[in-house]
């Protein structure tokens, strides 16, 4: 039952990637300082792996995540990648996005969906799950098929969905039967709005079915982590991922979820 969960909170950086350029250490405090449990890296800014990871510990921060060219998980890259997310704490490598190779065609899909397998395969010794973060482009229709059900089809249960509500939304997928479709497999879920009427919503303000959303998590989705997501000009960058927070929080509230 959703009501004996507890399922934290992270925030994607990638929303506040202007103030992690300038400052990384003093924007992932500040994260930290607005209740955030934890932060999903999009890039480190030449920080190294022991950087990092003192600046998860000094704000009692876990890594939720990060996003990575899929070209870090091939062949001698894997090893540097695996030794660096190891050392700070980090188990979910995720994919946000593929080159055109990789995605032209449905036996593109395919075959891509078998090398996240092999690289799956790869790191579970060690601890770790590869995974893949959609945006749009998934949910149109490609040669009679959807793309993201033609990859998560051809991946083993292992291979993390971070489904990004929004992104999906906004191509015409349906949330709540694409979390039902795949039970157990949306791992960590991307919290980011969709609105047709205002682009520039904030969590809980737009279209998306957020109490049925987080209850499905925590039923059947197999959730260990929400995270936010959000990337319009609306107020200040800071300001902006502090309101989601508190928005996301209350949803899970009513859902009775703990955060």
Same mark, same amino acid.
């Given at each position: ?89 980090? =188990? ?41 973060? +959609? ?11 959807? =793309?993201? +059900? ?96 508190? +928005? ?12």
């Amino acid at each position: 039952m959703a009501a004996d969960k507890k399922i934290p909170v992270g925030l994607q950086l990638y929303s506040l990637k202007d103030d992690c350029a300038g400052n990384l250490e003093g924007t992932v405090a500040k994260v930290a300082k607005m209740g955030y449990a934890g932060v999903e890296f999009a890039g480190y800014f030449d920080r190294s792996a022991k950087q990092v990871r003192k600046m998860l510990d000094d704000n009692g921060l876990a890594c939720c995540g990060t996003h990575i060219k899929l070209q870090t998980l091939l062949g001698d890259e894997l090893k540097k990648t695996v030794d660096f997310n190891l050392e700070i704490g980090n =188990p979910y490598l995720i994919v946000p996005g593929l080159p055109e190779e990789n995605r032209s065609s449905i036996g593109a899909w395919k075959k891509t969906g078998d090398l996240f397998n092999t690289i799956a395969g790869r790191i579970r010794k060690d601890g770790l799950r590869v995974g893949y973060h +959609n945006h749009t482009v998934e949910f149109a229709g490609m040669e009679g098929l959807i =793309p993201y +059900n033609v990859f998560f089809s051809a991946t083993d249960k292992d291979v993390i969905m971070q489904l990004d509500a929004g992104n999906a939304a906004h191509g015409g997928g349906n949330v709540i039967a694409t979390l039902k479709k795949y039970p157990g497999r949306t791992v960590t879920f991307h919290c980011k709005e969709y609105s047709a009427a205002r682009p520039d919503a904030f969590v809980g303000e737009g279209d998306i079915p957020w109490s049925e959303a987080v209850k499905t998590c925590a039923g059947i989705g197999g959730t260990e982590w929400f995270i936010i997501e959000y990337e319009r000009p609306r107020g200040t960058p800071v300001e902006n991922v502090k309101v989601c927070l508190d +928005n996301f929080t209350k949803i899970l509230k009513t859902a009775g979820i703990q955060p």
